[in-house]
C-alpha cells in the first residue's frame, strides 16, 4: 500500500458546484496535513495546514482530518473557474519531510 | 506578499556537468526544504535544512547533492555530476516555523541531456 494515495482524478464540475478531494494514508504517525493548490508549471501553494483530526475551514474551503480512518478531505463550495488546478495533499509525521499525493486534476467549467 | 524567489527558471545541462540551483527564501523563515517533482509524478522530498544544517534527507538524497546557505540569504542546491534523470522541477520552499505551512517558489526547471 502507497504511504499516501490520491486519486488522480481527472475530476470536472460545473461552476457552482461542491467538490470533494481525498486522500487516504497508511502511516498512522502522520499529524501534520497539508492542501496544497498546484498551477500548471508553478509551485504548489498552500490552502489549509491543520494538525491532527478534525474540521478547519477558510473562506470557500474545508479540511477535515479523520485518523481514525486514515482520510484526509478537502471541500470546495461555490467552486469558480478559477478554482481549476491540481490539488496536492501532503502529510508529515514529524512536521519536517511532507509526503505528497499524486494530485487530483480539476477543472471548473463555466 | 512575500515571495520564494528561485533562478534560474529553466537550465539545461550536459550530463556529468555540476549545476547550482538557487533559491532566495522569505527573509522571516527558518526551515528550508528542496523538493522535486519529476514530470507527471509526485512531489519528493529532498532535504531540510535548519540552523545552517542539514536537518532531514531523502534517500534521493545523495552524494551527489549538497546544500548550502552561504551568506544568510541564498539557499542552494548543487547536484555534482548530472545524470540524466535528474530532469525534474525543483521546488525551494520554507516556512517561519514549526506550526506554520509551508511557501514554495515556483521553480527551476532542469533538464539534463
Known amino acids: 500500500q502507497k504511504e499516501v494515495e490520491q486519486d488522480p482524478g481527472p475530476l470536472s464540475v460545473p461552476e457552482g458546484a461542491i467538490v470533494s478531494l481525498n486522500c487516504t494514508y497508511s502511516?498512522?504517525?502522520?499529524?501534520?496535513f497539508m492542501w496544497y493548490r498546484q498551477y500548471s508549471r508553478k509551485g504548489p501553494e498552500l490552502l489549509m495546514y491543520?494538525?491532527?483530526?478534525g474540521n478547519k475551514e477558510d473562506g470557500r474551503f474545508t479540511a477535515q482530518v479523520d485518523k481514525s480512518s486514515k482520510y484526509i478531505s478537502l471541500f470546495i463550495r461555490d467552486s469558480q473557474p478559477s478554482d481549476s488546478a491540481t490539488y496536492l495533499c501532503?502529510?508529515?509525521?514529524?512536521?519536517?519531510?511532507?509526503?505528497f499525493g499524486a494530485g487530483t486534476r480539476l477543472t471548473v467549467k463555466p | 506578499e512575500p515571495e520564494v524567489t528561485q533562478t534560474p527558471s529553466h537550465q539545461v545541462t550536459q550530463m556529468g556537468q555540476e549545476v547550482i540551483l538557487r533559491c532566495v527564501p522569505i527573509?522571516?523563515?527558518?526551515?528550508f526544504y528542496w523538493y522535486r517533482q519529476i514530470l507527471g509524478q509526485k512531489v519528493e522530498f529532498l532535504v531540510s535544512?535548519?540552523?545552517?544544517?542539514?536537518?532531514?534527507k531523502s534517500e534521493i538524497f545523495d552524494d551527489q547533492f549538497s546544500v548550502e546557505r552561504p551568506d544568510g540569504s541564498n539557499f542552494t542546491l548543487k547536484i555534482r555530476s548530472t545524470k540524466l534523470e535528474d530532469s525534474a522541477m525543483y521546488f525551494c520552499?520554507?516556512?517561519?516555523?514549526?506550526?506554520?505551512?509551508?511557501?514554495f517558489g515556483s521553480g527551476t526547471r532542469l533538464t539534463v541531456v
Open positions: 535544512f535548519y540552523n545552517n544544517e542539514i536537518s532531514e
Open positions: 527573509s522571516n523563515h527558518l526551515y
Open positions: 491543520t494538525y491532527s483530526s
Open positions: 502511516n498512522s504517525a502522520f499529524q501534520y
Open positions: 520552499a520554507g516556512r517561519q516555523g514549526i506550526n506554520y505551512g509551508y511557501t
Open positions: 501532503a502529510m508529515t509525521p514529524n512536521n519536517n519531510d511532507m509526503r
